[in-house]
């Protein structure tokens, strides 16, 4: 069972960035993948990055691609999600989610772009953001 928790959403503006953390109670699992989703009002829930956590390799979806960075921090356990130049099509609520062990994911299907949905198991409650013009 892995917990998960997010941070770092708010208000910007056009233009501006924002830092979203995921905290993951259990961190042991090198051969696994966290992704960041995002669900807007009326919209399906689309993955946006995600990075497998044993060689850090990444993928992004085209529309955040150049101005999206996620990381990863083993000593705490954590994943980022480093947004720059936000626009207002970004508004969404965003989720992320740790694989599921018993699914075995490999690291093909976390790192196409967008991940395979059907490999995470475990999800956090979401963090907002808003992004005005």
């Known amino acids: 069972q892995v917990h998960l928790v997010e941070s770092g959403g708010g208000s910007v503006q056009a233009g501006g960035s924002l830092r979203l953390s995921c905290s993951a109670s259990?961190?042991?699992?090198?051969?696994?993948?966290i992704g960041w989703f995002r669900q807007a009002p009326g919209k399906e829930r689309e993955g946006v990055a995600s990075i497998w956590i044993g060689d850090g390799s990444t993928g992004y979806r085209d529309s955040v691609k150049g101005r999206f960075t996620i990381s990863r921090d083993h000593a705490k356990k954590s994943v980022y999600l480093q947004m720059n130049s936000l626009q207002p099509d970004d508004t969404a609520m965003y989720y992320c989610?740790?694989?599921?062990?018993?699914?075995?994911?490999?690291?093909?299907?976390?790192?196409?772009?967008?991940?395979?949905?059907?490999?995470?198991?475990?999800w956090g409650q979401g963090t907002q953001v808003t992004v005005s013009s």
């Open positions: 989610a740790a694989g599921d062990p018993q699914v075995a994911p490999e690291e093909w299907e976390c790192t196409v772009a967008p991940a395979v949905a059907g490999i995470f198991g475990f």
């Open positions: 259990d961190y042991t699992y090198k051969d696994n993948c």
